[in-house]
């Protein structure tokens, strides 16, 4: 059978009973929904009436809820698996029910409860997936064959990349399906204590791989948090005995530095007249284990933080306002995931202050609804694809004015992971790059030239980004501007930049086996080596330098007045004047002077380095004015992506607009950038705009500008 057998005696890691003299806090505590909630005092041979405790839950979020497609659900699991009885030797119905409450308690709407009771009827018993249909409708046998196919692949070493790729199709289909999963796992975790230790530890390693980083992703933090504390408790017994020790002792105290603080923090508020819920949350197992290795010994504020619940978005600032300004703040710690939410829908305010004696305690700020989807994550969604008008009146009022829902599936990471899975060659290519992605547990947001967004792992690249907004079309991506700078595609992204891509125009463009060293996102990865396969004499034999050799610097006239000078009036009569090749000004830019020996002034644009250099050391400048003459030598850098026949294709551009060349160069290829130098002259100033404009159109050049020399 898919649900793994009961062990009641397995020592769960529950709370000690010593730490209930603090305030409860608002987190959905899914461990006191085991066994005894769902047994009740009924005897062994008797089966319990437990959707009883299921409606309860729903009734909780949905108080119109119509209910008889769950006690019909109900009556069909108990009927079909009467008779079958998990390992412990408590009646199967245990299970899917324990699941249904797990799914309850955390939110989720009526039809994926209804699935969720009959989510092991199809397998594991004779009622058809037809007969579901018939009594349920389409999106129950839907969601019901979604859970069944991922349990149709048995739980080995081989088998489980090929088990969680199904399960991952079947989420991209319906976000429910995951989460049914999601609860599944959860009860049968709890209950492994008659299983071989191997199988335990087996099991616990996938679920931490794998299962953990998807909860954490869909945003259901209640059952991430109890994940981790059953895997902790199975992998790391010694360091979870530790850790269970420190927190009895720490309730047994006599003090308790939150409680304080949390009196102190509700007197501010109220003085304030701000009203707000302050609670204190322990810490689950493995944080306050990953608090103790961080800081060593722990103290009483250690054990938990403060939370502060309010009814709007603003309140939260508003209380931020009066913490840091009545108490002391710890500045460094403070984050703000409201104005930019988590990549799994998380919206939170993060801050601490510093207690007399030292201690620091952190504070989470919210409103109730950012709460319930920081617990719940897309399960507090209810059904995120039915029309708004059917949600109920607490989400409708969430809902944009124009009346549409967020589909949590199509956003973020999910959406890039259903696009790179299906391109994945293979079951290994598929299972190393889901890990690889698993193990990234934040997410940038760049930003397009037209405003778009791109979503991507910490560490990205422009190659990812590449990846991420053209597919397989970014193979022809031949550079990119971060922030209106030119940057190579081995660039790493930071959170907010803007990401302008250069794709070229040659049907040669071919992605380089170099990208793989610089691509993290599976889609990118995927594509390249894809691409890499199919083409393997091509991706050695791409050139990696522009088909253009240097060119020999034409040397410039030393004549002591270019001609170009005489349209240059300066306030000395009796000066020669010479237009400084640093900047090579030309008309109507704005200029100044500085004279020099034999009787020279040489011009240069205000904003010439030079300038400042020559003012600094004294130098007089002198006034200098352009004259009636419009034509001008200038000296043009274009920077651009080697190619083929790049440099007879620029310079015919540039003859086109009637520039003459007096002398050029061509650097050195460096990382596949090329840098040229032009000076030109033109017979009339007015038309370098077009000249730089053709220079800028020609394939592979991303850039040209004024020379500006040092």
């Known amino acids: 059978m898919s649900a793994e057998a009961t062990n009641p005696a397995t020592p769960g890691p529950a709370v000690p009973t010593?730490?209930?003299r603090r305030k409860a806090r608002p987190r959905i505590d899914l461990r006191r929904l085991g066994r005894a909630a769902l047994l009740g005092n009924a005897a062994r041979g008797r089966l319990p009436d437990a959707i009883g405790h299921v409606v309860e839950a729903h009734r909780a979020h949905y108080p119109d809820a119509d209910l008889e497609p769950l006690r019909r659900a109900y009556v069909l699991a108990e009927s079909s698996h009467r008779g079958q009885m998990r390992k412990s030797g408590e009646p199967y119905i245990t299970h899917p029910?324990?699941?249904t409450l797990i799914l309850a308690e955390l939110g989720a709407e009526t039809t994926t409860l209804t699935a969720s009771l009959l989510h092991d009827t199809v397998e594991d018993t004779e009622v058809t997936l037809d007969q579901v249909r018939e009594q349920f409708g389409e999106e129950v046998r839907y969601l019901v064959d979604g859970v069944t196919k991922l349990?149709?692949?048995?739980?080995?070493a081989a088998a489980e990349p090929e088990t969680f790729r199904k399960m991952l199709v079947a989420t991209g289909s319906d976000v429910r399906v995951m989460s049914i999963k999601l609860a599944d796992r959860l009860h049968n975790m709890r209950t492994l204590g008659v299983m071989r230790p191997e199988k335990q530890e087996r099991?616990?390693?996938?679920?931490?791989?794998?299962?953990?980083?998807?909860a954490e992703r869909l945003g259901v933090q209640a059952l991430k948090t109890e994940l981790e504390d059953l895997v902790f408790a199975i992998l790391h017994p010694e360091e979870y005995a530790h850790t269970r020790e420190l927190i009895a002792e720490n309730a047994a105290r006599a003090d308790d530095p939150l409680a304080e603080i949390s009196d102190e923090v509700r007197g501010v508020l109220r003085e304030a007249d701000i009203p707000a819920e302050v609670l204190i949350r322990p810490r689950h197992f493995v944080s306050v284990h990953r608090v103790s290795r961080k800081?060593?010994?722990?103290?009483?504020?250690?054990?938990?933080?403060?939370l502060v619940l309010v009814g709007e978005d603003a309140d939260c600032y508003a209380v931020l306002g009066e913490l840091h300004t009545c108490l002391t703040p710890v500045v460094s710690e403070f984050k703000d995931f409201i104005a930019v939410p988590k990549f799994n829908l998380y919206q939170s305010l993060h801050t601490a202050v510093a207690r007399a004696d030292g201690q620091v305690v952190e504070v989470l700020v919210r409103t109730h609804q950012m709460h319930k989807v920081a617990e719940a994550g897309v399960v507090a969604l209810g059904n995120p694809y039915a029309p708004a008008a059917d949600a109920p009146a607490a989400e409708t009022a969430e809902d944009p004015a124009d009346g549409e829902r967020a589909d949590p599936t199509r956003p973020g990471w999910l959406s890039r992971l259903l696009d790179w899975q299906e391109a994945a060659p293979d079951t290994d290519t598929f299972w190393s790059t889901l890990r690889e992605d698993l193990a990234q547990d934040r997410e940038i947001t760049v930003f397009r030239p037209d405003g778009g967004t791109?979503?991507?792992?910490?560490?990205?690249?422009?190659?990812?980004?590449?990846?991420?907004?053209?597919?397989?079309d970014a193979h022809a991506c031949i550079g990119a501007r971060v922030n209106g700078r030119l940057a190579t595609l081995s660039t790493v992204l930071r959170d907010g930049d803007t990401v302008q891509l250069l794709m070229g125009q040659d049907p040669a463009s071919e992605p380089s086996r170099e990208w793989l060293e610089h691509a993290h996102t599976p889609a990118a990865r995927i594509a390249i080596q894809r691409w890499l396969t199919t083409h393997p004499d091509a991706a050695e034999e791409r050139p990696q330098a522009p088909a253009a050799a240097p060119t020999r610097p034409v040397p410039e006239p030393l004549a002591p007045a270019p001609r170009t000078a005489s349209a240059v009036v300066v306030d000395r009569p009796d000066a020669t004047v010479r237009l400084a090749g640093c900047c090579t000004p030309v008309p109507p830019d704005e200029v100044t002077g500085f004279a020099v020996r034999g009787g020279v002034v040489t011009v240069h644009r205000v904003e010439c380095a030079a300038v400042a250099h020559m003012k600094g050391t004294g130098r007089p400048e002198s006034a200098v004015s352009w004259g009636d003459s419009t034509a001008c030598r200038?000296?043009?850098v274009a920077e651009s992506f080697g190619r083929p026949h790049l440099l007879a294709d620029l310079t015919e551009a540039m003859a086109q607009e009637g520039a003459e060349i007096v002398s050029a160069t061509v650097e050195p290829p460096s990382q596949q950038r090329v840098r040229h130098t032009y000076t030109v002259e033109l017979p009339d100033a007015a038309h370098l705009p077009a000249l730089m404009r053709a220079m800028r159109n020609v394939a592979g050049v991303y850039d040209v500008g004024r020379a500006q020399h040092q």
């Open 454 to 472: 791109l979503g991507l792992p910490e560490g990205a690249t422009c190659v990812d980004a590449a990846y991420a907004q053209y597919g397989e």
């Open 151 to 156: 349990e149709k692949v048995d739980y080995g």
């Open 295 to 306: 800081r060593g010994e722990l103290r009483g504020a250690d054990f938990g933080r403060l």
């Open 18 to 20: 010593a730490a209930v």
């Open 634 to 636: 200038v000296t043009l």
């Open 203 to 214: 099991i616990a390693k996938v679920t931490r791989d794998v299962l953990i980083p998807l």
């Open 97 to 99: 029910l324990a699941v």
